[in-house]
């Protein structure tokens, strides 16, 4: 099992990752099947899911019925006895018979052959066309993928069943030659899928890899860019086998389909047309469809699902793993108290976090932690640092703070209390909104890492700056936009003007970045929460940013919490800092102690890996400095 | 804009005329004799090359389609094989009946997928539940066979509907719209339950963007975000899904009005179809390929307006 996750831990981040290695088709796997471990889970989860099971019995079930249809019919499919017609079902028409005096259980039957060769036949077709040429688009682009790409907008705008209609005029009823038109006409799906899935792992690094050790292109094709598109080629593959069936029933039932086969639009038709005499005749054919179609949709969710649950336990393991590995030294946590009052002597502070816990439910009811036992203050005009490699608890400790935790997050120890009253009361198991949506914007700001993604691309950049100050200060828009313009030049914008009017793709990340700080400030807040502000910036641009934000902390005294991974700008801009490793607190203390000083090695070693090959020890603040700039 | 809107109309216009060639030469090139298709196994040899050459069938199919193109820019469509009666005259008399349940069925979809959808993506719970097994369900039944279900269960068995809407609205507002909500409902059931999920994913996708947490921690309500950013983002992935709806209905609404005989654009369609009455089959197709490009312009517009950076550029 742990080989499994290794496995797909490796392979690439498509859905179809945890199959990536294995060797047969996608339906052979008996229990002696050799493939791979990953792939195997895969199957087996599907086995686990009673949705999969039940939707691969009726599958199979049906298609038996298919394959043994000339031994299972009593009856030739167009065998009329016009003695006994719209009969009902006795021991020799066990289902009955139609109009014609025809035996409805063997036209059902024969009907469920035609209709999955027809719907496999499509499917076939579309795989063929839509396959190659996604991955030639792919993998090539260039003139190909532009062609392909008109190609397959034109072929998606046409409705299928029109399509077919000429199909029809043209070469009379046929339903190989209508299945085969369709599945040209969906194969987009199949290019557009494979299309998408290549050009995501053409430049990953095993690729990349594979061409330097000199694979040709087909080899590589081949072997690392199929297995990536296997898995969401069958899901799809399920879900356009069920459309094909859908739409060739529909032309059947309008007359259109061969009239000496015997299909399950055919008897849709002929038992609407009787359908004031015997209403029973609609009910075999639509059952069967219905059945057939839903246990395509079912599979290829299952399938979905067993990928992707995939992913999930994957994730988790490795979590589960991280931590089982430190859990070990828990520290006594004090019990909770029920009270609402801070603990006296502790109201000065503007945030305190005390023995603060969050954790995440699992699907099998325990709860994963990933902040666990964190107690830190920050005071006003203090800058504290919360240092930490990504996943230790860094940003889920600083959304705690200001509330906006994923839903399902739950806090399963401590408290925050802020400028004296608590966000969070012991014993919470939630932040309460109705308390921070109060204080959010107007006295705790937030200046996230990724400046482009945290403007709304619909509205001016004027309009995101406004409407914060109009919503929480109460004041007119022309005052508010007066201030915004301020604060767009404090914040070290030359033609404020003009960036108010812009929108966020026409500035660049830098300043969008300066946008996001003046609206943090905007609101003149106690606390500012700045999440990793410099991290997606140009070192130049880095280092503007800090000035900025010690200059605005400085006039403004505002308490910061500064969420990094970088000891440089620690050391830069920090009066204490806080090291966080796997949801936990190891060391807080003054910068300048942490860093001359470090007592614990989780600490030393962050440090060591910072200034390996620099100066020694004696130089480390100046070093660190270099470090935020360079 | 009116540039961008002008690029737009001139792709559709290159669209229009690639599948028009595309459909012409198909058609003309495949089916068998056409003139011994019209007259019958007992018309005699003379009798058939004369038809051919009445009907210009004795031309080079390039010179064909040329007039064809020429005919149809003046609004000529040709003529039916065998009624005769001008093909844009039939378009004319049909399209109306038609494209009035369409998009009075795209409205109800737009309406009813919108609420469900967002309701689900913001609240979770049972209503997702809902929509997900009621995705399930709209994927796994055909439209045309929940037409077939309604009529018999709500029209013939209970008898709270008509089975056939041949009602004119000459004959009434309410009793047009009593007759022609079956087929309506009928026609908007798979709409509604694919594109509540998909405008559900949509919503859930823009809610869990970076902008939404920090528009949250700049202190504004939920309610705005929700109404003001989070629907304007998530919208040009729901216009896309309902304008796909609406193509795909094109096809639906044949067999629906085959089903409920409505004298719309399905019977013709159909008739057209199964006699090989080629003139009228590509007036079919030109009607719908039509339609998708205009259905296509609108939604190219309205997201232009939705997102600045396609209006820009």
Redesign the interface.
């Known amino acids: 099992m742990s080989d499994s996750v290794e496995t797909a831990a490796a392979a690439a981040p498509a859905p179809a990752s945890p199959i990536h290695a294995g060797q047969s088709g996608p339906g052979q796997n008996g229990p002696g099947q050799s493939g791979t471990v990953v792939r195997s889970t895969v199957i087996r989860r599907l086995f686990k899911n009673p949705l999969g099971i039940v939707a691969m019995t009726i599958l199979t079930v049906i298609s038996l019925l298919a394959l043994l249809a000339p031994v299972l019919a009593p009856f030739d499919q167009n065998y009329a006895n016009i003695a006994k017609t719209l009969a009902d079902p006795d021991s020799v028409n066990i289902l009955g018979t139609d109009s014609a005096g025809r035996d409805v259980w063997s036209r059902l039957l024969y009907g469920a052959q035609l209709t999955l060769l027809s719907a496999l036949l499509c499917a076939g077709v579309a795989i063929a066309i839509g396959l190659p040429a996604g991955l030639i688009a792919g993998y090539y682009a260039g003139k190909f993928e532009a062609v392909s790409n008109w190609v397959v ?2 072929l998606m ?6 399509v077919l ?8 009823p046929s339903v190989w030659m209508s299945m085969i038109a369709f599945g040209i006409l969906i194969s987009p799906s199949y290019f557009r899928l494979t299309r998408t899935a290549v050009q995501s792992v053409r430049n990953e690094l095993y690729v990349d890899a594979a061409r330097v050790s000199g694979l040709s292109d087909l080899s590589i094709i081949a072997r690392h860019i199929f297995s990536v598109v296997r898995a969401p080629i069958i899901i799809q593959t399920a ?1 356009i086998a ?1 459309v094909a069936i ?2 060739q ?2 032309l059947e ?4 389909g061969d009239p000496t086969k015997a299909t399950w639009g055919v008897m ?1 038709s002929e038992g ?1 047309k009787n ?2 005499l015997n ?1 029973t005749l ?1 009910f075999w054919p ?1 059952l069967a ?2 059945l057939t ?2 246990a395509l ?2 599979l290829g ?1 299952a399938i979905r699902d067993a990928l992707e649950d995939g992913e999930k336990i994957k994730h988790r393991k490795k979590k589960a793993m991280r931590e089982s590995s430190t859990a070990a030294p828990v520290a006594a946590r004090p019990t909770r108290k029920s009270t609402a009052a801070v603990v006296p002597g502790t109201e000065h502070h503007l945030v305190k976090v005390t023995n603060l816990g969050v954790g995440y439910p699992q699907a099998d009811g325990s709860i994963k932690k990933v902040v666990d036992d964190v107690s830190f203050h920050v005071d006003r005009g203090e800058i504290l640092g919360i240092v930490g490699e990504s996943g230790s608890g860094k940003s889920q400790t600083a959304f705690s703070i ?1 509330g ?1 935790l994923p839903d399902n997050a739950r806090i399963v120890a401590g408290s925050i209390q802020f400028d004296g009253s608590y966000t969070v009361a012991p014993g919470e198991e939630r932040v309460s909104q109705e308390r921070l ?1 109060k204080l ?3 006295r ?3 200046i ?1 890492q ?1 400046p482009m ?7 001016t950049i004027g309009y995101q700056l406004v ?2 100050m109009v ?2 200060l109460g004041i007119s828009k022309a005052e508010a936009r007066k201030r915004a313009l301020k604060l767009l030049t404090d914040v070290g914008i030359a033609n404020p003007e003009r960036t108010f009017n812009a ?1 966020p ?2 500035v660049s990340g830098g300043m969008a970045q300066r946008v ?1 700080i003046a ?2 400030i905007s ?1 003149e807040p106690d606390l500012v929460i700045a999440d990793e502000p410099t991290t997606a910036l140009d070192v130049t641009v880095q280092a503007d940013v800090l000035d900025l934000l010690r200059e605005l902390q400085q006039r403004l005294n505002i308490g910061v919490i500064l969420v990094t991974h970088n000891f440089g700008v620690v050391a830069d801009l920090c009066d204490r800092v806080a090291v966080m490793q796997n949801g936990r607190l190891v060391e807080e203390g003054s910068v300048r102690d942490i860093l001359r000083n470090p007592q614990e090695p989780y600490t030393q070693t962050l440090l060591a890996s910072m200034l390996e090959g620099k100066e020694p020890m004696s130089m480390l603040v100046s070093a660190g400095q270099k470090e935020s700039v360079a | 804009m009116i540039r961008f809107i002008a690029k737009r109309l001139g792709s559709g216009l290159v669209v229009l005329l690639v599948v028009s060639a595309l459909t012409f030469f198909l058609l003309y090139m495949s089916s068998g004799s056409i003139a011994r298709n019209i007259l019958g196994d007992q018309a005699s040899a003379e009798q058939v090359a004369m038809k051919e050459h009445e009907l210009g069938l004795d031309e080079p199919l390039v010179a064909r389609y040329l007039a064809w193109v020429g005919d149809a820019l003046s609004g000529n469509l040709g003529a039916s094989w065998f009624s005769s009666e001008p093909v844009a005259n039939s378009l004319a008399t049909r399209i109306p009946v038609t494209m009035t349940m369409v998009f009075a069925a795209m409205i109800l979809i737009a309406i009813c997928a919108a609420l469900i959808g967002v309701a689900a993506a913001v609240k979770r719970g049972w209503v997702d539940r809902m929509v997900q097994v009621g995705a399930i369900i709209g994927d796994s039944v055909p439209g045309f066979v929940i037409g077939v279900i309604l009529v018999t269960l709500l029209a013939i068995q209970l008898g709270l509907f008509p089975a056939t809407s041949t009602i004119s609205p000459d004959a009434g507002a309410d009793a047009w719209v009593y007759s022609m909500a079956l087929p309506v409902i009928a026609l908007l059931i798979n709409g509604v339950t694919g594109g509540a999920q998909q405008i559900r994913s949509a919503v859930i996708k823009q809610l869990e963007r970076d902008y939404v947490r920090t528009l949250r921690s700049r202190g504004i309500g939920e309610r705005e975000i929700l109404f003001k950013h989070v629907l304007r983002s998530a919208a040009p992935a729901g216009l896309t899904v309902l304008s796909l709806q609406l193509i795909g209905m094109l096809g639906g609404v044949v067999i629906i009005e085959q089903i409920f005989a409505l004298p719309g654009m399905g019977p013709l369609a159909v008739t057209a179809t199964g006699q090989s009455d080629l003139p009228v089959v590509m007036g079919v197709v030109m009607y719908t390929v039509v339609v998708v490009i205009v259905v296509n312009l609108l939604v190219d517009i309205l997201n232009g307006w939705l997102n600045p950076k396609v209006r820009v550029s």
């Open positions: 907008g034109i705008s046409l409705p299928g069943l029109i209609l000429t199909i029809r005029a043209a070469f009379g879900a069920g859908a739409i029933s529909g039932f309008l007359g259109l849709l609407f359908v004031y209403p609609l639509a469809m219905a179609i839903g949709v079912l969710n200001l906006l949506s959010r914007g107007k705790i700001s937030y996230p990724e993604s945290n403007l709304d691309p619909a509205f409407t914060p919503r929480v929108y793709h026409e996001l609206g943090a609101c």
